[in-house]
């Protein structure tokens, strides 16, 4: 008896494992990039399926092509999961930013019931790589017909270099305490330039709106005119300005009671946050630094004396350099580089124009295209990073 019952059991066994081989599904995934990267399949990704009836998992790794075979599969429902780490290399030359990456996908409740001659996509997912950077810095300013100095026409353009859609909402934008070289022969450098922590913020201006205003593409930039003429044809502007800042995207219209600055009615006004004296955002002709950052409480940031200034000179704004995005330093000269004033772990170097009111202007340099989107060159060093070109070129690269 103890003989007839096993042979039944092993049996049975065999035509169950034979039943459920005839519904068995071999089937092919293949992993993609997310839209905005340089390749379209993605090699080396870590692909599990979990079983939603008994939690029994699978695992396999995309080929170069992105492909991955799963054999024998039970039909059912499953949660597909996808990973993948970029190294700093591999991530540039995907996106052109250099920082390490993950990539995820998880797809939820798929009915794998019968196979297909296609293979299913598995779309990645990850953080937005790269950031709002400075594009153009438009500082020097030009000479009248008469050969006088004139810097209404200066503008700061910034670029989203990164990936995704980035809202300009609630940016900030500040130009940094100290002088821009020797000047004069009682200059002297900043005297927070032993703080490698932090910049010392002159005025501050805000990017308005609710969080979702002002949608950015990849590629895309927004420029911030000084005072936002056409500088070639107003009759307050300047016939040998190079610039037309008529349509820019907003303006740093500082309002006074002797309305002295000129606010353009039909461009959207910065956000004063701060700001330090003048008539209007007048950033050094003989080279500003500047930055651009995110904050969740400006006013909790501190304000600190300037040592040895005047009691009625105002403090500046103390600005931890984690909160910074993107810096941009130009100096009066090469031999002026002991006037820097940003820490060098935010930007290693800098820039210098042939003189003020020279019309020239600093623009960031072309990396690389992917895809047909342009990306700037981002070392974390004005020098490398930027060239001086002999005439602005606001929202092109002409």
């Not at 960031?364 to 060159?377: A, P, Q, W, Y």
Request: glycine residues 8%.
């Amino acid at each position: 008896m103890k003989r007839i019952l096993l042979l039944s059991v092993t049996l049975m066994l065999l035509w169950s494992c034979s039943g459920d081989k005839a519904t068995q599904l071999d089937l092919t995934f293949q992993t993609l990039f997310p839209e905005t990267y340089a390749e379209s399949f993605a090699p080396g990704v870590e692909v599990t399926l979990t079983s939603i009836t008994d939690q029994f998992t699978q695992q396999a790794t995309s080929d170069e092509n992105g492909l991955i075979q799963f054999k024998d599969i039970v039909p059912g429902t499953y949660t597909i999961a996808a990973t993948l780490t970029l190294t700093p290399g591999q991530a540039f030359e995907l996106t052109g930013t250099s920082e390490e990456v993950t990539l995820s996908a998880q797809l939820l409740n798929q009915n794998l019931l019968s196979e297909s001659d296609a293979a299913i996509p598995i779309r990645l997912r990850g953080p937005v790589v790269g950031n709002f950077v400075f594009k153009e810095v438009y500082y020097t300013g030009s000479r009248t017909p008469a050969g006088g100095n004139y810097f209404w026409d200066q503008f700061h353009e910034i670029y989203n270099n990164s990936t995704d859609t980035l809202y300009a909402d609630g940016l900030y934008i500040a130009d940094i305490f100290g002088a821009s070289g020797q000047i004069n022969p009682n200059t002297t450098p900043t005297p927070f330039q032993d703080d490698q922590q932090h910049v010392y913020l002159n005025s501050v201006w805000r990017v308005p709106g609710s969080g979702t205003d002002y949608p950015i593409a990849p590629g895309g930039s927004i420029l911030i005119a000084q005072t936002a003429l056409n500088h070639q044809s107003d009759p307050n502007g300047n016939p040998d300005s190079p610039v037309n800042l008529g349509n820019a995207d907003f303006e740093t219209y500082n309002q006074r009671d002797d309305d002295r600055d000129i606010d353009n009615p039909n461009v959207t006004n910065m956000e004063r946050v701060y700001f330090t004296g003048g008539f209007t955002w007048l950033v050094p002709v003989f080279g500003p630094a500047l930055v651009i950052f995110r904050t969740d409480d400006f006013d909790a940031l501190e304000k600190v004396a300037v040592p040895d200034a005047s009691p009625t000179f105002p403090p500046r704004v103390k600005l931890p350099v984690d909160l910074v995005i993107d810096a941009f330093e130009a100096l009066r000269s090469d031999a002026d580089g002991n006037f820097k004033r940003i820490p060098a772990s935010l930007d290693a170097g800098f820039i210098y124009a042939s003189g003020t009111y020279t019309a020239e202007s600093a623009r960031r340099v072309t990396e690389r295209f992917i895809d047909g989107r342009r990306i700037l060159r981002n070392t974390n060093n004005t020098g490398n990073d930027f060239e001086i070109i002999s005439t602005p070129t606001p929202r092109t690269f002409d």
